[in-house]
């Protein structure tokens, strides 16, 4: 059916922005950059990971996969659903819900059955995927947990998460043993040191989470020992190649993030009479019966940019008591992207992105203040480096590249979100 085509591997850097892959002088990423088309694309809206992730491997928006947020109430179940500021925060704190949700129902349970991921869609057509901690996993095989309490799930069929399921042995160490110094990043290199050296793989997801964490401690574009230790997870890659010109004729190759990154100096905790808030980072949901009401009680908050609801199916944009849909035209691919969000069926009423500078408090009352933080329809979170290596032209969009390797492979998609 498809000829052999060359393995894709697609690499993705949580939370890199554009500016600092360009000015990179990290070999690894030189290289690639040196070697590959590159443009700047669109996040979705929340731009927050575990959005961002679901529509890279879905190729949809949060409409088409259901994952509205970091955060979010579960109206089936009455329950707030809360994947964790970070996935290494979250393991960290060990809480044993989040955990659950964030690792297994998100896949099983949350991510809607009508939304295809790039691994169903591949292995049905008789392709082996490989998955190294990517959030959205959701695939064919059935992998058992190698730490007690944790249930089956579904993955690709070369499935490895963050120590927790392994589909080989490959001696790669412990992924949590110490987030600041980059384990889960390291846990990474080594398993896809593994997989290249074997080559067992038509698509490997590569994801590289610890320089996200970095940025958020420190702010936009300076995370540059955080970014080094992300390139050397890629020159890992290389290696196991015999070098990065073997590697690239062994090779396609992705390299994208999920989300920008945006300073901030101030964190609001917010409260709305009549409403369930749900608020991370630069993004907040408001839960209520009367969406023009709520989205009014905010008009004099300063953390809030924009208020965005549906009414009679059209989408209204408010700031400030304002209210013009051409404001959401200040944003990049905004319009779609506000519309996606709010016909998410796990989505609020009312949906607010952060004005400058600002960030909305979580549950616990966290914040970034003085970091980085992202999340909002502002350009700052929202735009992502996008470079492609022996594929077509990188898409503008994150939710292009589930497209691009179903192409590359000539491989129809065959559920919503293509
Ligand atoms: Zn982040």
Known sequence: MTETKKPVVLIVIDGLTPSMLEAADTPSLRFLLEHGSY???TSTFPSLTPVCLASIATGGHPDVHGIPHLVWWHSGEERLVEYGSSFGALLASGLAQGLRDSVVNLNERHLLRSAETVYEALEGAGLTTAVINFTTYRGR????SLVPGFPPVHGPKRFFFYSLYESDRTGAPLAWRNRALGSIDAYAASIGRWLVTRGGFDLLVFYLPDYDYA?????????HEALARSDSSITALFDAAGGPDEFLERHAVIVCSDHGQTHVEQAARLAVDGAR???SNRAAM?????????????DREPSVDLALFLEDGEIV?????DEDSALLDEYPDGRARAEAALRNPNAGEVLLSAAPGWEFADLAGRHHAG???HGSLAATDSEVPMLTIGLGEPPSSITGVKALVLE?????AVLAGQ
């Open 141 to 144: 095989h059935r992998h058992l």
């Open 39 to 41: 443009r700047r694309a």
């Open 215 to 223: 940025s958020h401690a420190l702010g936009p574009d300076v995370a």
């Open 371 to 373: 970091g980085g933080s």
């Open 317 to 321: 944009a408010r700031r400030a008591g």
């Open 277 to 279: 808030v749900t608020a």
């Open 286 to 298: 408001l839960y209520g019966d009367d969406p023009r009401a709520l989205a009014a009680a905010l």
């Open 408 to 412: 590359h492979f000539g491989v129809a």
